[in-house]
Every structure is written in structure tokens, then in C-alpha cells.
């Protein structure tokens, strides 16, 4: 009986030893630099094509550290012309603004599909106009004219928590598209009235969401450079082993 006790007790160390060995998978570390890229978003022009209240237009660039890691800037010219339904009262502004940031990773393998998550942190200065011309006095409703200011200034800070996908297209061509989280830090307004739109932020509240459909363009030591240090089969290889 302990002869069959101790065989048993080596047969399953065995199998265990050999089911650890063939689950873990050596996945190569990415170089430490593995280049850089440059990206466009394809929502605002799309915005602006279907007649939007207002709409973005945006590029980005950012750097690639361990295929986990990306660093970035983003600049972009936001612009509102919006007149209400229920009322003449109308709102004006086109004005730049930025963002820095950085994106992570989550996905280990370096196959080419990203599984994006990040945080932003967006800032705008702007200037807009807003009128009504059919403004009444509150005091004496009889009384009746044209309520017009132009040229308000405004300034706005703003966070973003970011979700998101990435994928190759061909060679150096990839498609992203991710949703955002923006939550207003802090504005600075008119004594007359805040602007109906913050530009690279959406429609002045306390948080909005947003998204942008990136295309992105690799340059220098690209993700095909690192795919080609590190090729599929030297992945199944060590799968193998």
C-alpha cells in the first residue's frame, strides 16, 4: 500500500511540474523605446458633416515605451454655433485647445491589438459670443431690446478617464476609437453669462462624456520593427518548450 501511496505521490508531482511548465507562457519584453506616432480624430470631422452644435477637429502625437506605456499631447480647434429652438438666443465661439496625457497597455502579448485605458488633462482659453434679441426686462416686461455680448473671454481646465481599442490595419497604418469620462476642474467666465460650449470639452457642465475614432500613423521605430525582433513564431517556439 505505500509503495502505491509513494508512486501515486510522484505521478502527480510529475503531472504538476508538467502542467506549470506547459502554462507558463515567456512572453519578451518590448525595447525600452519602440518609437513614436501620430494620430487624427475622424469624429470631428463627422460631427461637423451631420449639422452638430458643435464639433472638434483633432491631432495627437505620442511616444511608445515598452509597448505598455504612451506619453502624449493632443491639439485641437473646438467650434459651437448653436441658436436655440425655443427661444433667438444665440451662442458663438472657435477657439484651440490642448490636452496631455498618457495611455496604458493592458494588453501583455505584442500581437497589435492594444486594450487602452488613460487619463488626460485638457485646458482651453477661449473667446465667444452670445446674444438675444428679443430680450425682456424682468422688471418691466414691457420693455424689450437686444441683449449682445461679444468677444467674452473664457477659460476652462478639465480631466479625462479614458477607454478604448487599438488594432493594425497595414504596416504602419492602425485604427483606434475610445470613450472618455470629463469632469470640469475649474472655469473662468464672463460676468455676463457662461458659455454654452467649452472648447475640447463639450457642453459646459460639471462632466460630459466624449470619444474620438483615431487614425494612426507610426513613425520612427515603429510596432513592426519590434514585430520583427520579436516574430510569432519565436512566440510558439517558446510556447512549446
Not at 512572453?27 to 470631422?45: E, M, R, W
Not at 472648447?199 to 475614432?213: A, L
Request: with cysteine; hydrophobic share 35%; aromatic share 16%.
Amino acid at each position: 500500500m505505500s509503495r502505491f501511496t509513494c508512486i501515486l505521490l510522484i505521478s502527480l508531482l510529475t503531472a504538476s511540474a508538467a502542467w506549470g511548465e506547459k502554462k507558463k507562457e515567456v512572453i519578451p519584453k518590448a525595447p525600452l523605446f519602440c518609437g513614436a506616432a501620430v494620430y487624427a480624430d475622424l469624429a470631428g470631422p463627422i460631427m461637423k458633416a451631420v449639422g452638430s452644435r458643435f464639433d472638434q477637429m483633432e491631432v495627437g502625437a505620442r511616444f511608445n515605451f515598452r509597448d505598455h506605456f504612451f506619453p502624449l499631447c493632443e491639439l485641437g480647434i473646438g467650434e459651437s454655433d448653436r441658436e436655440g429652438q425655443e427661444n433667438n438666443n444665440k451662442f458663438h465661439t472657435r477657439a484651440p485647445y490642448f490636452r496631455v496625457g498618457m495611455d496604458y497597455n493592458f494588453n501583455k502579448k505584442h500581437n497589435g491589438n492594444r486594450l487602452m485605458g488613460g487619463l488626460r488633462y485638457g485646458f482651453s482659453s477661449f473667446k465667444y459670443d452670445f446674444e438675444d434679441p428679443t430680450f425682456s426686462d424682468p422688471v418691466w416686461p414691457a420693455s424689450t431690446g437686444t441683449f449682445k455680448f461679444d468677444n467674452q473671454s473664457g477659460r476652462a481646465q478639465w480631466l479625462e478617464f479614458s477607454v478604448g481599442c487599438e488594432t493594425k490595419l497595414w504596416s504602419f497604418i492602425r485604427l483606434g476609437w475610445n470613450i472618455r469620462f470629463k469632469a470640469r476642474l475649474h472655469q473662468k467666465t464672463s460676468e455676463y453669462g457662461e458659455p454654452y460650449y467649452l472648447p475640447g470639452f463639450g457642453k459646459n457642465n460639471s462632466s460630459t462624456f466624449g470619444g474620438t475614432i483615431n487614425l494612426i500613423f507610426d513613425v520612427g521605430r515603429t510596432s513592426k520593427k519590434t514585430n520583427q525582433k520579436y516574430p510569432n513564431a519565436l512566440f510558439n517556439k517558446q510556447q512549446q518548450q
